[in-house]
């Protein structure tokens, strides 16, 4: 079964940029859908951006729009996101997932089966 894993998280200031990166291993997640959510303290996991199986099509919660940028590397098995513009709000734990639902729609925790184990963006002076 293919596993996802996360890299790039990390502390940054108000207004810097990180990029994340999601690979695959014990698979493929080429011919999938991937997502990227979030979840801060006491809140539920939310949907951030998502792209489909050859990155033709991309999705973008209202609060990341213009500032973030999903992308995929099929040859690579990998798909990132490039994060600008921080702020304080955009502070959680940042998850990728593969959707091997056919059909489902992309911006829905429970359309997911494959999770990475996350990691952590702070944003803080």
Known sequence: ???LVESGGGLVQPGG????SCAASGGSFSSAPVGW????????????AALDWN?????????????????????KDTVSLQM???????????????????????????SYTVW???????VSS
Do not use: H
Request: with cysteine.
């Open 1 to 3: 079964q293919v596993q």
């Open 37 to 48: 959510f979030r979840q801060a303290p006491g809140k539920e996991r939310e949907f951030v």
């Open 116 to 122: 990475g184990q996350g990691t952590q963006v702070t």
């Open 84 to 110: 600008n513009s921080l702020k304080s709000e955009d502070t959680a734990v940042y998850y990728c997932a593969a959707l091997f639902r056919w059909g489902m729609p992309l911006t829905k925790v429970s």
């Open 55 to 75: 990155g033709a099509n991309t999705y973008y919660a209202d609060s990341v729009k213009g500032r973030f940028t999903i992308f995929r590397d099929n040859a």
């Open 17 to 20: 940029s990180l990029r994340l």
